[in-house]
């Protein structure tokens, strides 16, 4: 029953900013952003936990770019662990639990492990004291696979560097001696890490990467609210996810709660996100039973029909609005999930009271997601389906409507299509073109930072032609800007 006069909810088409008195120069801006609390960010942009998303790939290059990548559940528990892991060792300025094997054991072990992690060195360790090293040196024209490492690990020598060495020490060493992998061990000769030439470079070559205090790269994982949600989170939480989202549809719901409890209580210094919602109430009750963050976004994604199926949802700049306005007093974050087209959109979510923002289609059209690459009419192309299209449904995100235990596609009622984006090259460049975009919205705006920017900016209602005006209009274009496309 419709009480009253009807409220007004307004999404990113529909607004602008207006340009503000600045003192600043977008390349003088800070963009650093947080996840929670306890993760700051360098770019205030996370990738969609989708299954043509985010995998480790991609959570590695977003994560050297200062954001955050969400694997994706559609996995195994096992495998989604393995995605955590694969991030979580590919670069620190010391790997601090790097994978060891015993002299005993077989040269068929130490290949079968190189191939499974990507790596080209193995410390061996006897009852936690090292003795050697064996690299693809040692490896590269054996075929005795069942002989022990011991016969051709690497034993002389070994070079090595105490705990608490400066990386420039390490660095040093490593170019002395011509090696690419330098031994950590404590006085008393216990392995106790690992510094690769690699992870120097990586640490140079992506200075702003996310990173946790043992210099890892930063990632998270989704986990659902069906049978699998402990083992799929203590799975997670012991390959060393920073983060866990307790990814549905509809987050404002006893299921979710419920579970953002149990979990809060199990992993008390865990972060945790949930979601996903689009009011002031749901932000409220997520924030009271634990939540770290708040995933805001009902519907607008653009593989995404449920407004259309179910006739519910709220254009995503009010939500955002709404849901900030909530989390204010207690300082908790606020993530935009979904419908971002351009980097414009990205300005206009952060200056509603978003801390950051989660993309899926644009991401799903780089080089590192996962999707298949299509060659359609003479361009390229990549695979996108939402999680609540009948493909990822069946494939293991129906929990995420509440549908799990449907595998029939006449038993599952989707919630969104599958589809193809324009294939965009790196994310690299994607990113560098979204957060150029940012940075220019901010000095329109005079916002030297982004809390700035929340504080700052005023936003304008446009008309229809206000939109087509807005937009490249009465000419042809020629030659395409890498971050603009025509609807």
């Known amino acids: 029953m419709i009480k009253g006069p009807l409220r007004e909810y307004l999404t990113f088409d529909d607004v602008l900013l207006l340009p503000g008195k600045s003192a600043v120069l977008p390349k003088d801006v800070s963009i650093k952003s947080r996840l929670t609390k306890t993760i700051p960010l360098n770019c205030p942009l996370l990738s969609s936990p989708m299954d043509t998303v985010t995998d ?39 790997i601090a639990d790097p994978i060891t094997l015993s002299p005993k054991q077989s040269i068929r072990d130490a290949l079968e492990v190189k191939k499974k ?14 003795v050697g ?31 608490g060495a400066p990386l420039e020490k390490a660095k040093d060493l490593l170019h002395k001696h011509r090696i690419e992998k330098l031994l950590v061990v404590d006085k008393h000769g216990a392995l106790k890490g690992l510094i690769t030439i690699k992870d120097i470079e990586k640490s140079i070559d992506f200075p702003d990467s996310s990173k946790d205090s ?35 549809a509809h987050g404002h719901s006893e299921g979710v709660m419920k579970s953002v ?38 519907g607008p994604g653009s593989i995404c029909t449920t407004r259309i199926v179910s006739g519910v949802g709220v254009p995503q700049i009010s939500a955002v609005a709404e849901c900030a306005e909530a989390a ?26 978003a801390d950051c923002v989660m ?37 293991g995100s129906a929990d995420r409507y509440f549908q799990d235990g449907q595998f029939s596609e006449t038993k599952l009622v989707p919630e969104g299509v599958e589809a193809r984006v324009p294939y965009k090259g790196s994310l690299s460049f994607i990113v560098h073109q979204l957060t150029g975009g940012l940075r220019s919205g901010m000095g329109y705006c005079g916002a030297a930072t982004i809390k700035e920017l929340q504080k700052k900016g005023r936003f304008i209602r446009i008309s229809n032609a206000g939109l087509r005006e807005s937009h490249v209009h009465d000419v042809i274009i020629t030659k395409e800007a890498p971050n603009y496309r025509e609807d």
């Open 328 to 353: 204010v007093k207690s300082g908790t974050s606020i993530i935009s999930d979904g419908g971002i087209k351009y980097s414009g959109d990205i300005v206009k979510a952060i200056a509603a009271g």
């Open 133 to 163: 090293i064996v690299t693809n040196r040692d490896l590269r024209f054996e075929k005795r696979m069942n002989a022990a490492i011991e016969e051709v690990m690497t034993k002389e020598n070994l070079v090595t560097v105490h705990v």
């Open 56 to 94: 480790f790939r991609l959570a590695i290059a977003l994560a050297q770019e200062g954001g955050v990548g969400i694997i994706h559940k559609n996995f195994t528990i096992e495998k989604q662990a393995e995605e955590v892991e694969k991030v979580k060792r590919y670069s620190s300025g010391m």
């Open 117 to 130: 992690y990507n790596i080209s060195g193995i410390p061996i360790t006897e009852n936690g004291k090292l």
């Open 359 to 395: 993309i899926g289609g644009i991401f799903a059209g780089t080089e590192e997601s996962p999707g298949e690459k299509i060659l359609f009419q003479g361009r390229s192309f990549k695979e996108y389906r939402g999680m609540g299209s009948i493909g990822a449904m069946q494939e």
């Open 261 to 298: 409890k149990i979990l809060r209580k199990k992993y008390p210094n865990l972060p945790l996100i949930a979601g996903n919602v689009a009011t002031a109430e749901a932000t409220r009750d997520l924030i009271k039973v634990g939540a770290s963050a708040v995933k805001v976004g009902i």
């Open 214 to 248: 043992l210099g890892r790269l930063i990632v998270g994982a989704a986990v659902g609210v069906g049978k699998d949600r402990d083992w799929r989170a203590e799975a997670l939480v012991k390959a060393g996810v920073d983060v866990l989202v307790i990814d549905t």
